[in-house]
């Protein structure tokens, strides 16, 4: 890449190209913004955001555009939004959201609006949710979750319904999971897992289940990994990774399979491996030359992932593609 980054983001086109965005580097938060073009195998940079930002969330719109929201400046987090057109390159300022919030999550839901819940303000967590309208560009409160909560993860699943899991709110890390209902605006208690984590992974494999990996429970990282079947509600312990990690990425392959790739486990993790639905066990691949966390991975439309960026002790700007073949 052109610069060096982690705590961003990175967002498929619909031309194939991949957007990475923002992020922080040592020498400051960023409003840079750069593609990947697969077919070159080259970064070329974009146009800046208006805002300097990361542990921002960053959505593909049915439009095409990327919805960039909220984030952290190194003093406050952002009510900010604003929205990059791949036709023009550029980033447009849009709606504000009602509460500032990072380390939040962004789920494009069926019927074309992204639902923003939970995330962390410098102080405190939240429990409130809001939906942004592409059509009008304006942000509408909907309802709270059960619980504050932030590092966690979102889920949309194949019913339309947002899984949330886990993190951590003010005090504790959690094994709350809660589900959102876009017909009636609420949300709703379910199944609890059976670990407490944050900075895990979420994957909604082919089946409809919604497969959980690692994370941190404040003194170690996890091993474990757990699924999720929203006909029962509950969660059910499947085969365990070979490391634990934490701030790792997972991509599920065109094949079904799901690729869990770096993190923390007592070290910069270059270790990658591979969860067979069809068995529910995972074996380990090529390991990435690098190791890394905080990293972001991302499915090319030519069955490649590309992984960029990330943290080791340097702030780093490499990326690399892993071939499933």
Same mark, same amino acid.
């Given at each position: 890449?052109?610069?060096?980054?982690?705590?961003?983001?990175?967002?498929?086109?619909?031309?194939?190209?991949?957007?990475?965005?923002?992020?922080?580097?040592?020498?400051?938060?960023?409003?840079?913004?750069?593609?990947?073009?697969?077919?070159?195998?080259?970064?070329?940079?974009?146009?800046?955001?208006?805002?300097? /930002?990361? &542990? %921002?969330? #960053? *959505?593909?719109?049915?439009?095409?555009? =990327? @919805? $960039?929201?909220?984030?952290? !400046?190194? +003093?406050?987090?952002?009510?900010?939004?604003?929205?990059?057109?791949?036709?023009?390159?550029?980033?447009?300022?849009?709606?504000?959201?009602?509460?500032? /919030?990072? &380390? %939040?999550? #962004? *789920?494009?839901?069926?019927?074309?609006? =992204? @639902? $923003?819940?939970?995330?962390? !303000?410098? +102080?405190?967590?939240?429990?409130?949710?809001?939906?942004?309208?592409?059509?009008?560009?304006?942000?509408?409160?909907?309802?709270?979750?059960?619980?504050? /909560?932030?590092?966690?993860? #979102? *889920?949309?699943?194949?019913?339309?319904? =947002? @899984?949330?899991?886990?993190?951590?709110?003010?005090?504790?890390?959690?094994?709350?999971?809660?589900?959102?209902?876009?017909?009636?605006?609420?949300?709703?208690?379910?199944?609890?897992?059976?670990?407490? /984590?944050?900075?895990?992974? #979420? *994957?909604?494999?082919?089946?409809?289940? =919604? @497969?959980?990996?690692?994370?941190?429970?404040?003194?170690?990282?996890?091993?474990?990994?757990?699924?999720?079947?929203?006909?029962?509600?509950?969660?059910?312990?499947?085969?365990?990774?070979?490391?634990?990690?934490?701030?790792?990425?997972?991509?599920?392959?065109?094949?079904?399979?799901?690729?869990?790739?770096?993190?923390?486990?007592?070290?910069?993790?270059?270790?990658?491996?591979?969860?067979?639905?069809?068995?529910?066990?995972?074996?380990?691949?090529?390991?990435?030359?690098?190791?890394?966390?905080?990293?972001?991975?991302?499915?090319?439309?030519?069955?490649?992932?590309?992984?960029?960026?990330?943290?080791?002790?340097?702030?780093?700007?490499?990326?690399?593609?892993?071939?499933?073949?």
């Amino acid at each position: 890449m052109n610069h060096a980054r982690y705590l961003h983001t990175a967002s498929v086109l619909t031309n194939g190209k991949v957007l990475v965005v923002g992020g922080y580097n040592g020498s400051g938060y960023l409003t840079s913004a750069e593609l990947y073009d697969p077919s070159t195998g080259l970064w070329t940079l974009t146009g800046n955001m208006n805002d300097a /930002r990361c &542990l %921002h969330a #960053a *959505s593909v719109l049915a439009n095409g555009k =990327v @919805l $960039v929201s909220g984030g952290w !400046n190194g +003093t406050y987090a952002w009510t900010s939004a604003e929205l990059y057109d791949p036709s023009t390159e550029l980033w447009n300022v849009t709606g504000n959201m009602n509460t500032p /919030r990072d &380390l %939040h999550a #962004a *789920s494009v839901l069926t019927n074309g609006k =992204v @639902l $923003v819940s939970g995330g962390w !303000n410098g +102080t405190n967590s939240w429990a409130s949710a809001e939906l942004y309208d592409p059509s009008t560009g304006l942000w509408n409160a909907t309802g709270n979750m059960s619980n504050p /909560r932030y590092r966690y993860e #979102a *889920s949309v699943l194949a019913n339309g319904k =947002v @899984l949330a899991s886990a993190g951590l709110d003010d005090n504790y890390i959690l094994t709350s999971a809660e589900l959102y209902d876009p017909t009636t605006g609420l949300w709703t208690l379910t199944g609890n897992m059976n670990s407490a /984590r944050q900075y895990h992974t #979420a *994957s909604v494999l082919a089946n409809g289940k =919604v @497969l959980t990996t690692g994370g941190w429970i404040g003194t170690s990282s996890w091993a474990t990994a757990e699924l999720y079947d929203p006909l029962t509600g509950w969660w059910n312990a499947t085969g365990n990774m070979n490391n634990g990690r934490y701030r790792h990425t997972a991509s599920i392959l065109t094949n079904g399979i799901v690729l869990v790739s770096g993190g923390y486990g007592g070290a910069y993790l270059t270790s990658a491996e591979l969860y067979d639905p069809s068995t529910g066990l995972w074996t380990f691949t090529g390991s990435m030359n690098i190791g890394r966390y905080w990293h972001t991975a991302s499915v090319l439309t030519n069955g490649k992932v590309l992984v960029a960026g990330g943290y080791n002790g340097a702030y780093l700007k490499s990326a690399g593609l892993y071939y499933p073949w």
